[in-house]
């Protein structure tokens, strides 16, 4: 890729970026909510018969509750000690990044553990598990009416699929859960239309930014990557790749104090770049 295409691919992203709500193009342009389109469905179906019920009651789960500590502790891990996660802790952290607490109307809106534009959260959660108490090992799907998982599949390797998906970022075969973002494209697009866009990646950090302080305040770590293959993802998931794309992941597991320097690791050019 020569420099001027470089420069080329740069400024339509940035003028993308720049796209603002309906003060351009067609001033007579409508959404299909505005045009009274049907809605979409909320969520996604299960996909499996496998459903599984995820515990509510966190009253025993062992959770720091000072918010300014939770802010202050968060910080992005890479290194996680193999050791076990709870299906409690999982469910937290579940209910933390997508649970419903409510129903807006008869069925217009759910409103979320995050925020999202329009109440439209258009996401649904895919999670590749691997030694949490209680669950096989294996790729799941996140039901937030209900709050429930649905196994889709035992993968024969399922670190290589994790480390295949996240670009060859192998650090993450050892978390004990990674966390997979799709976009149900049509969600957003049947409130905002031509500009729901910009406005999906602002929130997939609403998501993830509960994720980190969730983790956080459970004494477990995680790192967000926006280095996924999302193809490979949607076809092992069963997405159809056009109306519902795989777009964000984070990895997590737990952690402990004395692999801090194993952490700093991972940055160790900056000391010998002089940067």
Same mark, same amino acid.
């Given at each position: 890729?020569?420099?001027?295409?470089?420069?080329?691919?740069?400024?339509?992203?940035?003028?993308?970026?720049?796209?603002?709500?309906?003060? #351009? $193009?067609?001033? *007579?342009?409508?959404?299909?909510?505005?045009?009274?389109?049907?809605?979409?469905? +909320?969520? %996604? /179906?299960?996909?499996?018969?496998?459903?599984?019920?995820?515990?509510?009651?966190?009253?025993?789960?062992?959770?720091?509750?000072?918010?300014?500590?939770?802010?202050?502790?968060?910080?992005?891990?890479?290194?996680?000690?193999?050791?076990?996660?709870?299906?409690?802790?999982?469910?937290?952290?579940?209910?933390?990044?997508?649970?419903?607490?409510?129903?807006?109307?008869?069925?217009?809106?759910?409103?979320?553990?995050?925020?999202?534009?329009?109440?439209?959260?258009?996401?649904?959660?895919?999670?590749?598990?691997?030694?949490? #108490? $209680?669950?096989? *090992?294996?790729?799941?799907?996140?039901?937030?009416?209900?709050?429930?998982?649905? +196994?889709? %599949? /035992?993968?024969?390797?399922?670190?290589?699929?994790?480390?295949?998906?996240?670009?060859?970022?192998?650090?993450?075969?050892?978390?004990?859960?990674?966390?997979?973002?799709?976009?149900?494209?049509?969600?957003?697009?049947?409130?905002?239309?031509?500009?729901?866009?910009?406005?999906?990646?602002?929130?997939?950090?609403?998501?993830?930014?509960?994720?980190?302080?969730?983790?956080?305040?459970?004494?477990?770590?995680?790192?967000?990557?926006?280095?996924?293959?999302?193809?490979?993802?949607?076809?092992?998931?069963?997405?159809?790749? #056009?109306?519902?794309?795989?777009?964000?992941?984070?990895?997590?597991?737990?952690?402990?104090?004395?692999?801090?320097? %194993? /952490?700093?690791?991972?940055?160790?050019?900056?000391?010998?770049?002089?940067?």
């Amino acid at each position: 890729m020569d420099e001027k295409m470089i420069k080329e691919k740069i400024e339509t992203g940035r003028a993308w970026l720049r796209t603002g709500y309906g003060k #351009e $193009g067609d001033p *007579d342009y409508q959404t299909d909510q505005q045009l009274k389109k049907k809605q979409p469905p +909320l969520v %996604k /179906e299960a996909m499996s018969g496998n459903v599984i019920g995820l515990p509510m009651d966190f009253e025993g789960i062992e959770a720091e509750t000072d918010f300014l500590t939770i802010v202050n502790r968060r910080s992005s891990h890479r290194v996680y000690t193999g050791k076990p996660m709870s299906l409690k802790q999982l469910s937290y952290l579940l209910w933390c990044i997508q649970g419903v607490k409510e129903i807006r109307g008869k069925s217009y809106a759910t409103l979320r553990t995050v925020p999202c534009g329009g109440a439209r959260h258009p996401f649904e959660t895919y999670v590749a598990i691997q030694n949490v #108490e $209680g669950l096989k *090992d294996g790729l799941y799907h996140y039901l937030p009416m209900g709050h429930k998982i649905e +196994l889709l %599949k /035992e993968p024969a390797d399922l670190k290589d699929f994790i480390g295949t998906s996240l670009m060859g970022q192998v650090w993450a075969n050892k978390g004990n859960v990674v966390f997979y973002f799709s976009i149900v494209f049509y969600r957003s697009e049947w409130r905002y239309g031509i500009y729901a866009h910009r406005g999906l990646m602002t929130d997939a950090g609403h998501i993830t930014e509960n994720l980190y302080l969730a983790l956080t305040a459970l004494g477990l770590g995680g790192c967000a990557i926006g280095a996924v293959d999302g193809k490979y993802c949607d076809q092992v998931f069963g997405l159809d790749g #056009e109306e519902e794309s795989i777009v964000y992941a984070m990895p997590a597991g737990t952690v402990c104090e004395e692999d801090k320097q %194993k /952490e700093q690791d991972f940055y160790a050019f900056v000391k010998e770049q002089g940067l």
